[in-house]
């Protein structure tokens, strides 16, 4: 049996297999149920390693042994193991978050805390700045910007930033402006946005983009991340942001953008 690397290769990060298994598993899923010696000639999987890599997968849920001699493997259905990841993941999760919850209120982590704030002031204001490579990295900076606003926010992206923020975002966006803090967004306007948008008519002060190309975000006129490429030419693997914690150069960014921001046209968002 012969199937794709690509289809091998994707196969292995979705299901997180190394490729032994997943030649081994794709082998039984096109037979249904078969002997390791069988499932060796088919994959291609040294015999001598076939017998691992079953147990390997049997221990994962991705297959059965029969009963009865010879010993057979049967496939288990794509639906349910899919099923059966995501109840673990999430099982996982909850107990990693109650974790973390535990670990804010033990003593060591006040400890760390004392130490966070010994060290940074001894920091030269200079020097509270950095880069931030890859746009998970980028968007996991950012969550921890916003989650700390107290006075105001200002977004400017592109188009597709627009409905990447508003899809991570929009719940805590609602929340900050619960909290009191003044949001405005300035973006072109792109299919898709519009209905996340009107969720957030009463929340975000939105104005609309044209002929401007820049993405940045200003926290409090406080601190400042940029973005130094345009997201349609680069890789978002290659997406690079620098922050910025310095009051004076935040202060400067935020004036020039008031300014072009009182040139704009507020847009009414309607359903679309």
Same mark, same amino acid.
């Given at each position: 049996?012969? &199937?794709? %690397?690509? !289809?091998? $290769? =994707?196969?292995?990060?979705?299901?997180? /297999?190394?490729?032994?298994?997943?030649? @081994?598993?794709?082998?039984?899923?096109?037979?249904?149920?078969?002997?390791?010696?069988?499932?060796?000639?088919?994959?291609?999987?040294?015999?001598?390693?076939?017998?691992? &890599?079953? %147990?390997? !997968?049997? $221990? =994962?849920?991705?297959?059965?042994?029969? /009963?009865?001699?010879?010993?057979?493997? @049967?496939?288990?259905?794509?639906?349910?193991?899919?099923?059966?990841?995501?109840?673990?993941?999430?099982?996982?999760?909850?107990?990693?978050?109650?974790?973390?919850?535990? &670990?804010?209120?033990?003593?060591?982590?006040?400890?760390?805390?004392?130490?966070?704030?010994?060290?940074?002031?001894?920091?030269?204001?200079?020097?509270?700045?950095?880069?931030?490579?890859?746009?998970?990295?980028?968007?996991?900076?950012?969550?921890?910007?916003?989650?700390?606003?107290?006075?105001? &926010?200002?977004?400017?992206?592109?188009?597709?930033?627009?409905?990447?923020?508003?899809?991570?975002?929009?719940?805590?966006?609602?929340?900050?402006?619960?909290?009191?803090?003044?949001?405005?967004?300035?973006?072109?306007?792109?299919?898709?946005?519009?209905?996340?948008?009107?969720?957030?008519?009463?929340?975000?002060?939105?104005?609309?983009?044209?002929?401007?190309?820049?993405?940045?975000?200003?926290?409090?006129?406080?601190?400042?991340?940029?973005?130094?490429?345009?997201?349609?030419?680069?890789?978002?693997?290659?997406?690079?942001?620098?922050?910025?914690?310095?009051?004076?150069?935040?202060?400067?960014?935020?004036?020039?953008?008031?300014?072009?921001?009182?040139?704009?046209?507020?847009?009414?968002?309607?359903?679309?």
């Amino acid at each position: 049996m012969i &199937v794709k %690397e690509e !289809l091998l $290769k =994707k196969l292995r990060a979705a299901f997180d /297999l190394n490729i032994y298994e997943v030649k @081994i598993w794709t082998a039984l899923l096109a037979r249904g149920i078969a002997t390791a010696g069988e499932l060796s000639d088919i994959s291609q999987v040294p015999r001598s390693r076939s017998y691992d &890599v079953l %147990e390997s !997968l049997e $221990k =994962k849920s991705f297959v059965i042994m029969k /009963l009865g001699r010879p010993i057979r493997y @049967i496939a288990v259905k794509p639906d349910e193991i899919v099923r059966r990841m995501k109840d673990d993941i999430h099982v996982k999760a909850e107990h990693r978050v109650q974790f973390l919850d535990e &670990v804010k209120t033990d003593p060591v982590f006040h400890d760390i805390e004392l130490l966070y704030k010994q060290g940074i002031q001894k920091v030269d204001p200079y020097s509270l700045a950095g880069s931030f490579k890859g746009r998970d990295s980028v968007y996991a900076h950012l969550r921890g910007m916003l989650e700390k606003a107290q006075k105001s &926010v200002v977004l400017v992206t592109s188009a597709a930033g627009l409905q990447r923020k508003l899809k991570r975002y929009k719940g805590l966006l609602q929340k900050l402006h619960d909290q009191g803090v003044k949001i405005r967004i300035a973006a072109p306007l792109a299919d898709g946005s519009h209905k996340s948008l009107q969720e957030l008519k009463d929340c975000v002060q939105f104005k609309q983009l044209e002929n401007f190309k820049g993405r940045f975000t200003i926290i409090d006129d406080q601190e400042v991340l940029f973005m130094v490429s345009d997201d349609v030419d680069v890789h978002e693997n290659y997406d690079t942001g620098v922050w910025v914690n310095t009051p004076f150069f935040t202060k400067a960014f935020s004036n020039m953008f008031n300014s072009y921001w009182n040139d704009l046209q507020t847009v009414k968002v309607m359903k679309k």
